[in-house]
């Protein structure tokens, strides 16, 4: 088993902050091993039928119990967060630690409901922190889904991706109480995974899907609410520079876009028209996840001119960026210069493929990607 102690740190401190603490990610990332690390008093996974019958009388049940609480995959019974309000508002000697896949709605129901109460953490697939640098290229190809990366041979890898996808179409998503035929749901994901790194043109995919707008926004919708897009939002600023406003678009896990795309081997991949946004998107998902902070908090910045910022985001009140490369010695750029002039950055990080550390100014750093992660 591969630890996760950067997970199991966070996830820590928040049990210890808050009497109910969610962790939310994609099916299959490890949600459920990550909370038997903690050894919990009681746990019940609602997807076993037996334990999902215990909980048909849930006040009866959870309300003598003490210590620390798991229910996982709690989207399959929405209706326990006002109970658990009540309990962990009268039963001061309750923990509950809470597992789900789809996460708008149970953010929604459970801030709602749990006001002050709750703490939400995304889990995501395995990082570099957690497999090792050396292990980057298999990390890259597979994707982090734990399943996937660990698997004997790279066909071994796909063949349980595609299952994996499978899966998520015919089963989960109809579970979610959405009612979208699995073949048009792939094929819509199989026409996004063509636009990964790309701002969003919702009517030019709609034409290209023969749908409305409207339904392109609610099929991203889907996907975004499930872990399996991520739409990053542009930044917009004060400037009379005309910005765009579109959002971009990136399949989350790097192993899932290259299924999509039916690419079975590194050999392949270095082959490939998508490969710069391969690693550009597997680059940004991996620094989100290490920066740790909510996706309304993190954006692009582009202007029509064409002037653009691959990541943006604000710490302790200073503006940061960074760009991903998938260069051998990426140099400063005319783009670079304006981003730091216009969004006043205090550092900008070009993250790359390469080994070595160094300036391109003194506010700009060229820096591979793992030594970015591990903070050095």
Not at 204 to 218: A, L, M, Y
Not at 297 to 310: N, P, Q, V, Y
Not at 328 to 338: E, L, Q, V
């Amino acid at each position: 088993m591969i630890e996760r102690k950067n997970d199991v740190v966070r996830v820590k401190e928040l049990i210890a902050s808050f009497p109910v603490t969610t962790i939310l990610g994609p099916r299959q990332c490890g949600k459920t091993t990550l909370a038997r690390m903690f050894h919990a008093d009681h746990y019940y996974d609602l997807e076993n039928p037996r334990d999902l019958a215990k909980l048909s009388e849930a006040q009866l049940l959870l309300e003598p119990l003490r210590g620390l609480i798991v229910i996982d995959e709690i989207q399959r019974k929405p209706e326990l967060f006002p109970l658990l309000r009540y309990l962990v508002d009268t039963q001061k000697k309750q923990k509950y630690l809470i597992l789900g896949s789809a996460s708008r709605d149970l953010i929604r129901q459970g801030s709602e409901t749990l006001a002050g109460r709750i703490a939400f953490y995304q889990l995501g697939g395995l990082s570099l922190d957690d497999v090792g640098h050396a292990a980057a290229r298999t990390l890259w190809m597979r994707g982090g889904l734990p399943r996937s990366f660990t698997a004997k041979t790279n066909k071994q890898s796909r063949l349980w991706l595609e299952n994996h996808i499978a899966s998520f179409l015919e089963r989960d998503i109809p579970q979610l109480g959405i009612m979208i035929p699995a073949q048009t749901l792939r094929r819509f994901w199989m026409m996004l995974s063509h636009y990964h790194g790309q701002v969003i043109q919702y009517a030019e995919i709609g034409r290209s899907f023969g749908i409305s707008d409207v339904t392109v926004r609610k099929y991203i919708e889907i996907l975004e609410g499930t872990f399996m897009v991520r739409v990053l939002r542009p930044w917009f600023n004060n400037t009379s520079k005309r910005l765009v406003k579109n959002p971009k678009i990136f399949i989350r896990d790097s192993g899932i876009f290259h299924t999509l795309l039916a690419i079975e081997s590194h050999d392949q991949l270095l082959g490939h028209p998508k490969l710069g946004a391969s690693w550009e998107g597997f680059a940004l998902e991996s620094v989100c996840k290490k920066l740790n902070k909510p996706s309304e908090e993190m954006f692009f910045w582009a202007t029509h001119a064409g002037a653009e910022l691959d990541l943006y985001f604000i710490e302790k009140g200073k503006s940061y960026g960074v760009e991903f490369k998938y260069q051998g010695a990426p140099t400063i750029s005319k783009s670079m210069k304006k981003a730091i002039s216009d969004l006043e950055l205090s550092h900008l990080y070009v993250v790359y493929p390469g080994k070595e550390t160094y300036l391109l100014a003194k506010n700009i750093t060229v820096i591979p990607l793992g030594r970015f992660l591990l903070g050095k």
